[in-house]
């Protein structure tokens, strides 16, 4: 099966700023930010989106949502305060079939979202 677009730039196919790497999770800057801090947080494995994860991937999701908490006070977001976004599916905007947690921070984020 061919590499989703985020293996590639965990293989260091396709360059990418990277904030963050473990054996199990990839963090990268977002190419098109959103804000002034936007950063993605992927599992290294790839799962197409959340409503496809099964109940054998319960370690790595969890540990995604930590590292992202991890990630986001590493990039000075702890006091401030950021927004997790997954998007899941054409409704919500998905574009990447590689399952991703958006890290956005550094402005006020209004709600709801459009
Ligand atoms: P989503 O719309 O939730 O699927 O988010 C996909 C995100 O991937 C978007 O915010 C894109 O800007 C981002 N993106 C696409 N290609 C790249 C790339 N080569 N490097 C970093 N981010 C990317």
């Known amino acids: ?26 963090a990268f800057e977002d190419i098109k930010p959103a804000a002034p801090v936007h950063v993605l947080i992927v599992p290294k ?3 197409p989106r959340v409503g496809e994860a099964i109940p054998s991937d319960l370690q790595v999701l969890g540990h995604l949502l930590l590292k992202a ?12 305060g ?6 899941n599916g054409p409704n919500a905007g998905e574009t990447v079939p590689h ?3 958006h890290i956005l921070g550094g402005r006020h984020l209004s709600w709801p979202p459009g």
């Open 82 to 87: 950021y927004r997790l976004v997954i998007n």
């Open 45 to 47: 494995r790839p799962i």
């Open 69 to 80: 908490a991890e990630v986001a006070a590493t990039l000075g977001l702890k006091e401030t």
């Open 99 to 101: 399952l991703h947690c």
């Open 1 to 26: 099966m061919s590499k989703t677009l985020f293996e590639k730039i965990s293989a260091r196919e396709i360059p990418a700023k990277i904030v963050y790497e473990d054996d199990l999770v990839l």
